[in-house]
């Protein structure tokens, strides 16, 4: 039986969809509804790296609500609802962790995704599909980010040891890929340029794999930290376009320099 909060949450979102309750809630598709639960976790995510917890609580509050939202739609169409969803949900984990639930065991991370690989397969050939047919490549939606894209191919192809032996491997790798960009600068040839720099992208996400970084998320927080240190050097010359724009190189480097000397840790 579902928490009071929970139980609290689901009645008010039955209410919103009622024919008397909020006309935008009302005009909601699954489809629809399934883009914003997209967006709230994308924000769940970017409040996660900020530390912040009291946001980070608010963006998981927004994102279970989209969540029992779905589910609600779900429910008028199929009359299941957020309870079938979370039975499928609690018997789909019971069944692909058996190291946990049943008999089999699995002493490290890489065992344990071993046998939820296992159930997967075999539900699979219960369904008269054959898993050993299928490419390891995961089907990933179209808007899933490339970098994350690159990562989980190369980690589907890795199962099967298509992946280099060592960490040296892929620096070397890296190197090789620099050394066919300049090749290509230096012929001035765009298509070829475009190649390379995807094939650079596509290695450094394999190193991150090797070093098991997420790649997304350390470009996110790059990201993040290059505005900070922006917004410090734009405050530096007084918020004045005119004047950043007039500066040195070594003025604004000088500049740069002190907002990461004011980071705490540095960097």
């Known amino acids: 039986m579902p928490l009071p909060n929970t139980e609290r949450l689901l ?11 909020c006309p935008w809630d009302r005009k909601q598709t699954l489809a629809t509804a399934a883009h914003h639960l997209h967006d709230e976790s994308a924000e769940l995510l970017e409040a996660a790296l900020g530390g912040d917890l009291d946001h980070v609580r608010e963006e998981l509050g927004d994102l279970l609500f989209m969540v029992c939202f ?9 009359r299941g609802g957020f309870d079938d969803v979370a039975a499928l949900a609690d018997a789909k984990l019971v069944r692909r962790h058996p190291h946990v639930f049943g008999g089999a065991a699995a002493g490290d991370a890489g065992e344990s995704q071993q046998r939820w690989n296992e159930v997967k397969a075999q539900e699979k050939r219960a369904k008269g599909l054959d898993p050993d047919r299928e490419s390891l490549l995961k089907d990933l ?5 490339p970098l994350h894209q ?10 099967v040891g298509f992946d280099w032996p060592d960490l040296e491997g892929v620096r070397e790798k890296i190197r ?6 300049d090749e290509a600068v230096a012929a001035g040839d765009a298509p070829a340029m475009e190649h390379e720099v995807g094939d650079l992208l596509f290695s450094v996400a394999n190193l991150a794999r090797r070093l098991d970084v997420a790649p997304d998320v350390a470009l996110r927080r ?7 240190r922006f917004h410090a050097v734009e405050a530096a010359f ?4 005119d004047r950043l724009a007039a500066a040195s190189l070594d003025e604004l480097e000088a500049a740069w320099q002190a907002a990461k000397s004011a980071e705490r840790g540095g960097a």
């Open 141 to 145: 939606p179209a808007a899933t980010a």
């Open 176 to 181: 090789e890929e620099l050394a066919e960009l």
């Open 238 to 241: 007084g918020g004045d376009r």
């Open 70 to 78: 779905v589910a609600e739609i779900l429910g008028e169409t199929t």
């Open 150 to 159: 690159a990562h989980r191919y190369q980690k589907d192809a890795a199962q």
């Open 222 to 228: 790059a990201n993040a930290r290059f505005r900070t």
């Open 11 to 21: 009645s008010t979102i039955h209410v919103l969809r009622a024919p008397d309750g």
